[in-house]
């Protein structure tokens, strides 16, 4: 029997790539004031925006349960299937580290890999679905393991933010940066550089004109990547900009597959919405 792919919810995998790759999804937890909801299945990320919105504020997150991971590790164990589970870069949440912890409890480190992907949204989804081909291909976790862990300082993730508000709410810009990035309309590139999101090349004017000058920027990059599969992850963008960053990355005539996805929760809770990123694997180093 072949290995279980797991994942947390950041991954940012559509329903649609979750079923074809047989992924099992641990959501992270949304907490609104004394209320708690799982990611992906009890809150959608617009409900999460009304609610940030009228209480001017960011809604917190927290780790996957430990307890939901161990039924469900308990529960692949007993249908003899070893498993190999993506998690959210440890930089930016504890995920990880509640997961080792059940393997812990359960005393099944060498059938139970956790691999901290060291990225966010669909550049943890690139990794997985890399897992699941391999998982369906007859790879061993370790041998799966061990693959994609050299893919991982491959993965290019970034986005542009429509607004700093809500990186300015979860503590990742500060007062005055927002409150100047706002009246200058500068919309910044946000990059994933070793576990952490990093700031990058500052650009103004309305989100569509920066969404495409983005991607632009990225052609020569997206030229030596991977042609097998890009990912457009937007956390509810106009559907005219996501289709003009899906017709430009076709035309470049390079990628195989155009994955379109909406980011979670999670994700969205901290970078606003109508934020987009364009994501893919590097085939050089």
């Not at 991971?69 to 070893?82: C, E, H, N, P, T």
């Amino acid at each position: 029997m072949n290995v279980k792919i797991i994942a947390d919810s950041t991954c940012d995998l559509s329903p649609e790539l979750i079923e074809k790759y047989d992924i099992h999804i641990l959501p992270l937890h949304i907490l609104l004031d004394d209320k708690e909801y799982e990611d992906g299945a009890t809150i959608t990320p617009d409900e999460l925006y009304a609610w940030a919105d009228e209480h001017r504020t960011t809604p917190k997150t927290s780790a996957v349960s430990i307890q939901t991971a161990i039924d469900v590790f308990d529960m692949y164990l007993k249908a003899g299937r070893d498993m190999v589970c993506f998690t959210i870069s440890s930089q930016m949440s504890g995920t990880a580290n509640v997961l080792r912890l059940a393997v812990q409890q359960l005393n099944e480190a060498d059938r139970v890999h956790i691999v901290d992907s060291g990225s966010l949204s669909t550049g943890i989804g690139l990794q997985v679905i890399e897992a699941a081909i391999l998982a369906e291909a007859g790879k061993t976790a370790s041998e799966i393991v061990t693959e994609v862990e050299a893919l991982r300082p491959l993965v290019r993730a970034s986005f542009v933010v429509d607004t700093l508000t809500y990186l300015h709410r979860g503590g990742r810009c500060s007062g005055i940066a927002a409150l100047a990035g706002t009246a200058l309309k500068l919309h910044p590139q946000i990059g994933v550089v070793d576990g952490r999101m990093m700031p990058g090349k500052k650009y103004r004017g309305p989100i569509n004109r920066v969404v495409m000058n983005y991607v632009k920027d990225m052609e020569e990059n997206m030229k030596s990547a991977r042609p097998d599969r890009v990912f457009i992850t937007h956390s509810g963008c106009q559907d005219s900009i996501i289709r003009d960053v899906y017709d430009y990355l076709q035309n470049l005539g390079h990628f195989s597959e155009i994955l379109i996805t909406r980011a979670g929760c999670v994700v969205s809770s901290h970078c606003g919405p109508r934020t987009l990123g364009v994501l893919y694997i590097d085939q050089n180093a």
